[in-house]
Nanobody, 116 residues
């Protein structure tokens, strides 16, 4: 059974930083591309970023490009999202998921709230 557990969210002021993590189990993590997806209050799912299985290629939504960095540690079955220069519009529930540029969600997510 695929299990993805997100952590690291919280309340931060605009301009601040957070690092999200995702612990994966139940599948061969190192063979899957992984993505981060978010859902702002009252809005639909938005793809944020993806990384290839090796970590050699990353891609970002225009809304976060230059501010967010996706990374992974295959030895630890973990995915990360480092978020800098956070903006109020980044307020959302953040989810990790397997796949490339997907908006599928599995876990409970971690809440990020950015105050202005």
């Amino acid at each position: 059974e695929v299990r993805l557990v997100e952590a690291g969210g919280g309340l931060v002021q605009a301009g601040g930083s957070l690092r999200l993590s995702c612990a994966a189990s139940g599948f061969t993590f190192s063979t899957y591309a992984m993505s981060w997806v978010r859902q702002a209050p009252g809005k639909g799912l938005e793809w944020v970023s993806s990384i290839t299985s090796s970590g050699g290629l990353t891609t970002y939504a225009d809304s976060v490009k230059g501010r967010f960095t996706i990374s992974r540690d295959n030895a630890k079955n973990s995915l990360y999202l480092h978020m800098d220069n956070l903006k109020p519009e980044d307020t959302a529930m953040y989810y990790c998921t397997e796949g490339w540029r997907t908006t599928r969600t599995r876990g409970q997510g971690t809440q990020v709230i950015v105050s202005s």
